[in-house]
């Protein structure tokens, strides 16, 4: 069966850059969403296609896709980009995935 | 504005049953796909089950296929997942999302737009 894969974990020092990424075989065929998850939250999203981001997320946060991989990149992280990063897409039957999520933390 | 606010979630035995309900406002659940996804404590997201727009079909993760039936009465606005032979696997915080996508521009996109705030599901003899 499909799946994404992403790595537990990334920091970063503050106002530095970061890339967070997923890999799977359904990002060929699909653009992947990006969700951020604080403590007792729930997600919200911060990426999606190949350039959407919601109004209220800043522009430091952005994505890419080549084959089967995505990123997902914080250029000059701030302290309130700690959290957990997740993936998703669909995949060939119309299910969706979610990547492990990426425990990111601001040093 | 848009909300999804979750019910139904509850302590109960391995092979009880539980039915979930996802009530919409703000927009009509008719025009949309909704999605369950879940996240067992400590854990990742997990996708669970999604409903086409016009309920026309339904999709399961593999470890509920077969024991989860997703609906909805669009009279009533909601989304049901009505949840059969609990496992303790299935503890988790039950979320409901809206997903909206986007072909405008040459290429197809989609995401979760909108999430509840979730609705506890403990199964523990």
């Known amino acids: 069966s499909s799946e994404l894969t992403q790595g537990p974990a990334v920091s970063v020092a503050l106002g530095q850059t970061v890339t967070i990424t997923c890999q799977g075989n359904?990002?060929?065929?699909?653009?992947p969403s990006w969700y951020r998850q604080r403590p007792g939250q729930a997600p919200i999203l911060v990426f999606s296609?190949?350039?959407n981001r919601p109004s209220e997320i800043p522009d430091r946060l952005s994505g890419s896709r080549s084959g089967n991989t995505a990123s997902l990149t914080i250029t000059g992280a701030q302290a309130e980009d700690e959290a957990v990063y997740y993936c998703?897409?669909?995949?060939?039957?119309?299910?969706?995935?979610f990547g492990g999520g990426t425990e990111l933390t601001v040093l | 504005q848009v909300q999804l606010v979750e019910s139904g979630g509850g302590v109960v035995q391995p092979g009880a049953s539980l039915r979930l309900a996802c009530a919409a406002s703000?927009?009509?659940?008719?025009?949309?796909?909704i999605h369950w996804v879940r996240q067992a404590p400590g854990k990742g997201l997990e996708w669970v089950s999604l409903?086409?727009?016009?309920?026309?079909?339904?999709y399961y993760a593999d470890s509920v296929k077969g024991r989860f039936s997703i609906s909805r009465d669009n009279g009533k606005n909601t989304m049901y997942l009505q949840m059969n032979s609990l496992r303790a696997e299935d503890t988790a915080l039950y979320y409901c999302?809206?997903?909206?996508?986007?072909?405008?521009?040459?290429?197809?996109?989609?995401?979760?737009?909108?999430w509840g705030q979730g609705t506890p599901v403990t199964v523990s003899s």
């Open positions: 999302a809206r997903e909206v996508g986007d072909d405008s521009r040459g290429f197809y996109y989609e995401h979760f737009d909108h």
């Open positions: 703000g927009f009509s659940i008719s025009n949309y796909e």
């Open positions: 409903s086409w727009y016009d309920g026309s079909a339904e």
């Open positions: 359904s990002l060929r065929n699909y653009y």
């Open positions: 296609g190949k350039d």
């Open positions: 998703a897409s669909r995949d060939d039957s119309g299910s969706r995935l």
